[in-house]
């Protein structure tokens, strides 16, 4: 089965219910071991244009991860990319901003994160957290310190959205492409997944109180996804929806659609042109003697 990156992509405009799009698909693989041979297959496509990324130094690719916990966003993360240069990559996760950020609009930590020209930039969790958990949680918005007139009625998630479409409106003008991605995970599967972090040792650490307390949210985060992802998939910078109760099967379809955003930039090396190849026969010579 071959995956086809727009059968997940949000339509710009676009006004959708969570409960329509799947969470489980036909699995793309037969097998673990096919599973190991498609993800080897992607890994390696994706370094050798990686390569050329960096090399040409055109363009920047921002990756965006956003899920409810225990979706599979480090695992993703850690396994499509596990064959590119760290030199040419930066991950970057945001937790809750300190005291110095809140001092700040709110799109003031990420933007200084932002991946230079050649170079993939990753966010686990990202400036989408603004009109998501701080959504959910009004008490996180009135501690941000803004003019009480931000804080009456949906105004200000209007207006975030806004603010947010226009910054990757401006990013793609001037050569970042923003590639955006929600691991759809169901209710019944994130218990699973929270009951295996309990019952093994090795995973204990991943676990928290604070993860079941936000599970009593979880109607109130469908809804702010809902209305995150409807305003602000665009034509230029995409909301993929990518089904994440198999996490093979998720990585498989994340590797294919990171794989299909960059070779759409077309990265090549630099042609080297004539006033180049006489300094590089110079100094050729030199080095022959």
């Not at 690719?61 to 064959?83: C, E, T, Y």
Request: net charge positive; proline share 4%.
């Amino acid at each position: 089965m071959k995956i086809k990156s727009k059968d997940f992509r949000v339509a710009p405009g676009a006004k959708l219910k969570l409960d329509e799009w799947p969470t489980l698909v036909k699995p793309v693989y037969k097998s673990k071991k096919a599973y190991a041979e498609i993800l080897q297959e992607h890994v390696a496509e994706l370094s050798a244009l990686q390569e050329l990324h960096y090399a040409s130094g055109r363009y920047a690719l921002l990756l965006i991860f956003q899920a409810m916990d225990a979706a599979g966003k480090d695992g993703a993360i850690r396994h499509v990319m596990s064959g590119v240069n760290p030199q040419g990559c930066q991950v970057f996760s945001f937790k809750h901003p300190s005291a110095t950020e809140l001092e700040h609009d709110f799109l003031w930590r990420t933007t200084r994160s932002l991946p230079e020209r050649g170079r993939i930039g990753i966010f686990n969790r990202s400036y989408y957290e603004e009109v998501l958990i701080v959504r959910v949680h009004p008490e996180i918005l009135r501690s941000q310190g803004l003019p009480d007139a931000q804080l009456e009625g949906d105004v200000i998630w209007k207006q975030r959205y806004r603010s947010i479409v226009d910054l990757e409106e401006h990013l793609h003008r001037n050569g970042t492409r923003v590639v955006k991605f929600f691991l759809h995970l169901s209710k019944e599967e994130q218990r699973k997944r929270f009951l295996e972090r309990i019952d093994a040792p090795e995973k204990n650490w991943k676990f928290s109180a604070a993860d079941l307390h936000e599970r009593k949210y979880w109607n109130q985060y469908m809804n702010a996804y809902e209305g995150c992802l409807s305003a602000t998939s665009t034509e230029h910078a995409p909301w993929y929806i990518v089904p994440a109760d198999d996490k093979e099967n998720a990585r498989l379809i994340v590797s294919r659609i990171v794989v299909d955003a960059l070779s759409e930039l077309k990265p090549a090396y630099p042609e080297t042109d004539a006033k180049r190849r006489r300094e590089l026969k110079s100094i050729r010579a030199q080095l022959a003697r």
